[in-house]
């Protein structure tokens, strides 16, 4: 069983910045596609960015150029560098990771993102 760990969440104000971290117990960690996910209030939950065990990262549009995702593979992390924040950011942000081999899929308990205007 893995277990993800999610921190950093909290309240900002409009363009402000915060980083939230997910941490990823067990082995392996370098074969897993991480992602990040967010579920505003009354809305499904949706990807907001994905990073591969090589690197490569994508985006939803509407964070493509305020948001970076990152991974340190030593430190079993994975991070989301959230800048310029709208109150639209807000919701419950969920770290998500999957194996890329066996399809073997968790989730983060989630992480409370508040931005106020």
């Known amino acids: 069983q893995v277990e993800l760990v999610e921190s950093g969440g909290g309240l900002v104000q409009a363009g402000g910045s915060l980083r939230l971290s997910c941490v990823q117990d067990?082995?392996?960690?370098?074969?897993?596609?991480v992602g990040w996910y967010r579920q505003a209030p009354g809305k499904q939950r949706e990807l907001v960015a994905r990073i591969t065990s090589s690197g490569g990262a994508n985006y939803e549009d509407a964070v493509k150029d305020r948001f970076t995702i990152s991974r340190d593979n030593a430190r079993r992390t994975v991070y989301l560098q959230m800048n310029s924040l709208k109150p639209d950011d807000t919701g419950v942000y969920y770290c998500?990771?999957?194996?890329?081999?066996?399809?073997?899929?968790?989730w983060g308990q989630g992480i409370q993102v508040t931005v106020s205007s």
């Open positions: 998500n990771s999957v194996h890329e081999w066996y399809g073997s899929d968790y």
């Open positions: 067990g082995s392996a960690f370098t074969f897993y596609v």
